[in-house]
T-cell receptor, first 112, second 111 residues
Framework: NAGVTQTPKFRILKIGQSMTLQCTQD?????MYWYRQDPGMGLKLIYY???????DKGEVPNGYNVSRSTTEDFPLRLELAAPSQTSVYFC???????????FGPGTRLTVT | LAKTTQPISMDSYEGQEVNITCSHN???????ITWYQQFPSQGPRFIIQ???TKVTNEVASLFIPADRKSSTLSLPRVSLSDTAVYYC????????????FGTGTKLQVIP
């Protein structure tokens, strides 16, 4: 039981490049989230999903896209990377009705 | 979403009890209060949740006064491994789709 896994752990992108951050959970939780955390700051919600096929914007969705075709996977897509997207990205999941989110180890992304 | 306010940082010696207070003046009737802990280079970890009065688990206690405009996370007899950032969140009961983590309280435990 791996919980929430994220790949890659680290990535350096050039401005304008695209990439997909992968998130997979084996907990069969219907809610999934993507957050970003800038140095010394709290986490900001990018997108979330309440189940397969259902996604919605969080606080800072601009420059990102998501999809949720299965319960297990919730990839985050960056289309045109910008230096402002340099951050640590965390994926999380939880069951409906619970307040406990389970977080992955994070992906550290640098855009130069 | 209710806004929360916490102290930016706190220091404590090992073995002492630490109390971190969070202010949430505009908390709604159905909102629950949750606390998370985050170590450097790791995702946050859920500690405790509560609605009113007192909740205790194996890690911490959560005290919520009757007006629910604040809450206090209590960590008994802290050790160096409790050095972390602690976040207070207020979330809508039954929903909890959108939550925001503020800047949290950075707790430094001193030997």
């Amino acid at each position: 039981n791996a919980g929430v896994t994220q790949t890659p752990k680290f990535r350096i992108l050039k401005i304008g490049q695209s990439m997909t951050l992968q998130c997979t959970q084996d907990m069969n939780h219907n809610y999934m989230y993507w957050y970003r955390q800038d140095p010394g700051m709290g986490l900001k919600l990018i997108y979330y999903s309440v189940g397969a096929g259902i996604t919605d914007k969080g606080e800072v969705p601009n420059g990102y896209n998501v999809s949720r075709s299965t319960t297990e996977d919730f990839p985050l897509r960056l289309e045109l990377a910008a230096p402002s997207q340099t951050s640590v990205y965390f994926c999380a999941c939880k069951v409906s009705g619970s307040y406990e989110q389970y977080f992955g180890p994070g992906t550290r992304l640098t855009v130069t | 979403l209710a806004k929360t306010t916490q102290p930016i940082s706190m220091d404590s010696y090992e073995g002492q009890e630490v109390n971190i207070t969070c202010s949430h003046n505009n908390i709604a009737t159905n909102d629950y209060i949750t606390w998370y802990q985050q170590f450097p280079s790791q995702g946050p970890r859920f500690i405790i949740q509560g609605y009113k009065t007192k909740v205790t688990n194996e890690v911490a206690s959560l005290f919520i006064p009757a007006d629910r405009k604040s809450s206090t996370l209590s960590l008994p007899r802290v050790s160096l491994s409790d050095t972390a950032v602690y976040y207070c969140l207020v979330a809508l009961s039954g929903g909890y789709q959108k939550v925001t983590f503020g800047t949290g309280t950075k707790l430094q435990v001193i030997p």
